[in-house]
């Protein structure tokens, strides 16, 4: 079980659908990550959040929009996905930035 | 941040020590070295880091050389759990910092 909490764990669209991932960790970090994952391949940093606040953007497509509502919550919008779009979604947290990051266990996503 | 390089595998038989070693030659007075592993199917999850000294903590010893440019993760009594992707990543803890850049990492594999 980790602490950080993502949902859904497996989703399923079509590219022209609309959807949404989520994240969230009650451990008082004030800093939050997104992740993909491709099959066989380590994880490459998308975006990150400190105090709420999009502080990097890894040169990420616009249809892939992030989301910090609060300092506990971090989505991920996703419309008009590509098939190569698959991968796992991993959501990290940590104190600040630059300390420990604990990450969920992804939502594995598949773009039909 | 330093690059890193690792073995791609290794194993380990159970309940023998495993010694991860990594080679950072580049890195900077600044950076810490991290060790993360993700076990098939979960999220990386945080196991140890440090500056120059050597840390011990519940999961695992962090050995580091005095130059500095390399470093050895020892989990001392190896389990079939144990059997995970373990990555070290060498980065800067400062605020301004944030980026865990994963890189291969090694395959160990606890042999019953």
């Known amino acids: 079980d980790t602490e950080v909490t993502q949902t859904p764990k497996h989703l399923v669209m079509g590219m022209t659908n609309k959807k949404s991932l989520k994240c969230e960790q009650h451990?008082?970090?004030?800093?939050m990550y997104w992740y993909k994952q491709k099959a066989k391949k380590p994880p490459e940093l998308m975006f990150v959040y400190s105090y709420e606040k999009l502080s990097i953007n890894e040169s990420v497509p616009s249809r892939f929009s992030p989301e910090c509502p609060n300092s506990s919550l971090l989505n991920l919008h996703l419309h008009a996905l590509q098939p190569e779009d698959s991968a796992l979604y991993l959501c990290?947290?940590?104190?600040?930035?630059?300390?420990?990051?604990?990450f969920g266990d992804g939502t594995r996503l598949s773009i039909l | 941040d330093a690059k890193t390089t690792q073995p791609t595998s290794m194993d380990c038989a159970e309940g023998r020590a495993a010694n991860l070693p990594c080679n950072h030659s580049t890195i900077s007075g600044n950076e810490y070295v991290y060790w993360y592993r993700q076990i098939h199917s979960q999220g990386p999850q945080y196991i140890i880091h440090?500056?120059?000294n050597n840390e011990t903590n519940e999961m695992a010893s962090l050995i580091i050389t005095e130059d500095r440019k390399s470093s050895t993760l020892i989990l001392p009594h190896a389990t079939l759990r144990d059997t995970a992707v373990y990555y070290c990543?060498?980065?800067?803890?400062?605020?301004?910092?944030?980026?865990?850049?994963f890189g291969k990492g090694t395959k160990l594999s606890v042999i019953p």
């Open positions: 990290a947290s940590s104190h600040s930035k630059g300390q420990p990051q604990h």
């Open positions: 440090g500056l120059k």
């Open positions: 451990m008082g970090h004030r800093a």
């Open positions: 990543i060498v980065m800067n803890s400062g605020a301004g910092s944030y980026q865990l850049t």
